[in-house]
């Protein structure tokens, strides 16, 4: 059984291996045709070199800006949005809820060609705010911490509200620290989904200045074409701020998904 | 005759739906911008010959989804999506399903093997379809470089056991996986197994902590081996969650675009082996402009993935399975 699961994981875990040994092969030791798993000498220049052939600060530094502004503003949106749905009563709370909720089994796709349009008409192609302002309220989001939110004893508002704490204030003093754990979740996977998006920023972009990381390794490959060991360093480099985070916070994220059994 | 619940009289309620409404503005705003208004929109445009190239917008009724309907690219499109649902769902749920079940039990090194099974998840699906493109490349990928070493033992023992009778019972042809159509599908059935197999685990873990203990204590005590507990216990009562991931599979296989368009740089694979929905919706709208026609073909997709929500709902509300 061990054997099975042990074997399992090493071929999970190869095409990691490939890519790292790979990026730190020399020239002619990428085009071996029989198996080396480690190079002779290792390349860590290859790194160098691939991080200079194309703009790799640039589109790091918009991933970053664009990830952590997409994921601040929809936290802060789907809070106020989620506390309104699970502690208020208002007038047409269920329809709107059913409304939002709807959204949710439309796919991005039909939505991409009328919101292409939008941003030509809004002049904001090849800008930060498309690729940051459409992006900063996600329903799932919002039903995750409406969810969270509910289940917070209801007794406690009341008592809070009667004691002439405002609405407003019992958010932000209480739910929000009591909801930590839902809070880092919708962050994290709204974090990891900016970061890796990719059809919304091809589309968004013409130029390499606003290009994210996915997006600029697509056009890197097209510049330096062959060269694997360049590529790899590459892919490498573009992974590992994504696969650090989930090291870091493994059980949240491993959590988040049992929760919700949702693709983030 | 309308009757006003006595609520809605009070001062406090519209207050209170005012804070409310306050409340939602960013979100509702938001949504209404990029959600409400173009799914409405792109109902109406998929009624139009609608180039973004023109001023005015020709009415053009059904003929866009006729079209669609009787293009071969188009049908091409469905049958791959077709073909990769039916490579990539069963297996990646069944392997999901025994990766979930042998880690389940209390066995050293769980964590690391979690992790390991879970990592190709959350990689960008650009980067990895990168790795990805390089281990099918024909002669210096890992996969031809593997099973070229694989055939070359094979052969060697079959020689060996037979005293030289039988050589080169499998003659390797180093097949070019990414430019020979008939590997595609086939291609991007093992990176989206590969990469949701470790999902797939997750969730089934999740659903395996909701079976009883007792029901396997008690059947060990029947004499049940592993294996009974195994197809009469377990597989029975986790099917909600099989349900559950295969409704979810197929809604995400039928928006395969990413992992086309990485490892054949930008084509549908070769004659259009690759072409996905997705792909056919990115093609016509931002290689050839036509975004009614694109907007029909979107509609289509959403007609397709509604069929399963709803299955997936209806099912969800019913609570399959649980017999007596």
Request: some cysteine.
């Given at each position: 059984?061990?054997?099975?699961?042990?074997?399992?994981?090493?071929?999970?875990?190869?095409?990691?291996?490939?890519?790292?040994t790979s990026s730190i092969k020399a020239p002619?030791e990428i085009?071996?045709?029989?198996?080396?798993?480690?190079p002779?000498?290792?390349q860590?220049?290859n790194?160098?070199v691939a991080?200079?052939?194309?703009?790799?600060?640039?589109?790091?530094?918009?991933?970053?800006?664009?990830?952590?502004?997409?994921?601040?503003?929809?936290?802060?949106?789907?809070?106020?949005?989620?506390?309104?749905?699970?502690?208020?009563?208002?007038?047409?709370?269920?329809?709107?809820?059913?409304?939002?909720?709807?959204?949710?089994?439309?796919?991005?796709?039909?939505?991409?060609?009328?919101?292409?349009?939008?941003?030509?008409?809004?002049?904001?192609?090849?800008?930060?705010?498309?690729?940051?302002?459409?992006?900063?309220?996600?329903?799932?989001?919002?039903?995750?911490?409406?969810?969270?939110?509910?289940?917070?004893?209801?007794?406690?508002?009341?008592?809070?509200?009667?004691?002439?704490?405002?609405?407003?204030?019992?958010?932000?003093?209480?739910?929000?620290?009591?909801?930590?754990?839902?809070?880092?979740?919708?962050?994290?996977?709204?974090?990891?989904?900016?970061?890796?998006?990719?059809?919304?920023?091809?589309?968004?972009?013409?130029?390499?200045?606003?290009?994210?990381?996915?997006?600029?390794?697509?056009?890197?490959?097209?510049?330096v074409?062959?060269y694997y060991n360049y590529l790899m360093a590459?892919?490498?480099?573009?992974?590992?701020?994504?696969?650090?985070?989930?090291?870091?916070?493994?059980?949240?994220?491993?959590?988040?998904?049992?929760?919700?059994?949702?693709?983030? | 005759?309308?009757?006003?619940?006595?609520?809605?009289?009070?001062?406090?309620?519209?207050?209170?739906?005012?804070?409310?409404?306050?409340?939602?503005?960013?979100?509702?705003?938001?949504?209404?911008?990029?959600?409400?208004?173009?799914?409405?929109?792109?109902?109406?445009?998929?009624?139009?010959?609608?180039?973004?190239?023109?001023?005015?917008?020709?009415?053009?009724?059904?003929?866009?989804?006729?079209?669609?309907?009787?293009?071969?690219?188009?049908?091409?499109?469905?049958?791959?999506?077709?073909?990769?649902?039916?490579?990539?769902?069963?297996?990646?749920?069944?392997?999901?399903?025994?990766?979930?079940?042998?880690?389940?039990?209390?066995?050293?090194?769980?964590?690391?093997?979690?992790?390991?099974?879970?990592?190709?998840?959350?990689?960008?699906?650009?980067?990895?379809?990168?790795?990805?493109?390089w281990?099918?490349?024909?002669?210096?990928?890992?996969?031809?470089?593997?099973?070229?070493?694989?055939?070359?033992?094979?052969?060697?023992?079959?020689?060996?056991?037979?005293?030289?009778?039988?050589?080169?019972?499998?003659?390797?042809?180093?097949?070019?996986?990414?430019?020979?159509?008939?590997?595609?599908?086939?291609?991007?059935?093992?990176?989206?197994?590969?990469?949701?197999?470790?999902?797939?685990?997750?969730?089934?873990?999740?659903?395996?902590?909701?079976?009883?203990?007792?029901?396997?204590?008690?059947?060990?005590?029947?004499?049940?081996?592993?294996?009974?507990?195994?197809?009469?216990?377990?597989?029975?009562?986790?099917?909600?969650?099989?349900?559950?991931?295969?409704?979810?599979?197929?809604?995400?296989?039928?928006?395969?675009?990413?992992?086309?368009?990485?490892?054949?740089?930008?084509?549908?694979?070769?004659?259009?082996?690759?072409?996905?929905?997705?792909?056919?919706?990115?093609?016509?709208?931002?290689?050839?402009?036509?975004?009614?026609?694109?907007?029909?073909?979107?509609?289509?997709?959403?007609?397709?993935?509604?069929?399963?929500?709803?299955?997936?709902?209806?099912?969800?509300?019913?609570?399959?399975?649980?017999?007596?």
């Amino acid at each position: 059984m061990y054997a099975v699961l042990i074997a399992g994981a090493l071929v999970m875990m190869l095409p990691f291996v490939w890519m790292v040994t790979s990026s730190i092969k020399a020239p002619h030791e990428i085009t071996l045709r029989t198996i080396q798993w480690l190079p002779a000498v290792p390349q860590w220049e290859n790194y160098k070199v691939a991080w200079e052939a194309a703009p790799f600060d640039i589109y790091f530094k918009n991933s970053f800006i664009i990830a952590l502004t997409v994921m601040g503003l929809d936290v802060v949106f789907s809070a106020l949005a989620a506390y309104a749905f699970a502690k208020l009563n208002f007038f047409g709370k269920n329809f709107l809820f059913l409304l939002f909720l709807g959204t949710m089994m439309i796919p991005g796709e039909v939505m991409l060609i009328p919101n292409y349009i939008t941003m030509v008409n809004f002049g904001w192609i090849d800008t930060y705010a498309s690729l940051i302002v459409p992006w900063t309220v996600s329903v799932f989001s919002i039903f995750l911490l409406r969810q969270f939110f509910l289940s917070i004893p209801n007794e406690l508002f009341e008592a809070a509200i009667l004691d002439g704490c405002g609405k407003f204030a019992y958010l932000i003093k209480v739910m929000l620290p009591l909801s930590k754990p839902a809070l880092v979740t919708v962050m994290l996977f709204k974090f990891i989904g900016s970061w890796n998006s990719f059809l919304w920023v091809l589309i968004m972009t013409n130029t390499p200045a606003m290009r994210t990381i996915p997006v600029g390794l697509t056009y890197f490959v097209s510049d330096v074409g062959a060269y694997y060991n360049y590529l790899m360093a590459a892919s490498t480099f573009a992974m590992a701020p994504i696969l650090i985070l989930f090291l870091l916070l493994q059980k949240q994220f491993i959590q988040g998904i049992a929760r919700t059994g949702l693709k983030g | 005759m309308l009757r006003i619940p006595a609520q809605m009289k009070t001062k406090k309620y519209w207050k209170e739906t005012l804070e409310a409404y306050l409340y939602l503005l960013p979100a509702f705003t938001i949504l209404g911008l990029f959600s409400f208004y173009p799914v409405v929109k792109s109902v109406y445009m998929s009624f139009f010959d609608w180039s973004l190239l023109r001023d005015t917008q020709y009415f053009v009724g059904w003929e866009n989804y006729e079209k669609i309907i009787g293009d071969p690219v188009f049908r091409r499109a469905i049958m791959n999506t077709a073909r990769y649902v039916i490579g990539y769902v069963p297996i990646s749920i069944a392997l999901g399903l025994i990766v979930a079940v042998l880690l389940n039990s209390k066995i050293r090194f769980r964590g690391p093997l979690r992790v390991a099974f879970f990592l190709p998840w959350v990689t960008s699906s650009v980067a990895i379809s990168m790795v990805w493109r390089w281990i099918y490349n024909q002669h210096y990928g890992l996969l031809n470089m593997m099973l070229a070493g694989l055939a070359n033992a094979v052969n060697t023992v079959v020689e060996f056991v037979s005293f030289g009778h039988l050589s080169e019972v499998w003659q390797f042809s180093n097949p070019n996986w990414l430019m020979e159509p008939q590997w595609t599908i086939i291609n991007l059935v093992i990176i989206a197994v590969w990469q949701s197999l470790g999902y797939n685990m997750v969730i089934f873990l999740a659903g395996l902590q909701n079976i009883p203990h007792e029901l396997y204590e008690a059947a060990e005590v029947d004499g049940a081996s592993p294996w009974q507990s195994f197809w009469k216990i377990t597989l029975p009562l986790i099917s909600p969650t099989t349900f559950f991931i295969s409704i979810i599979s197929i809604i995400g296989a039928f928006k395969l675009f990413t992992e086309v368009y990485v490892l054949y740089t930008g084509r549908p694979g070769p004659v259009n082996s690759g072409m996905t929905i997705v792909y056919y919706v990115y093609r016509n709208a931002f290689e050839r402009y036509r975004m009614g026609y694109a907007s029909a073909a979107a509609y289509i997709l959403f007609a397709i993935i509604f069929v399963f929500t709803l299955v997936q709902m209806r099912a969800s509300k019913r609570r399959i399975h649980y017999g007596s």
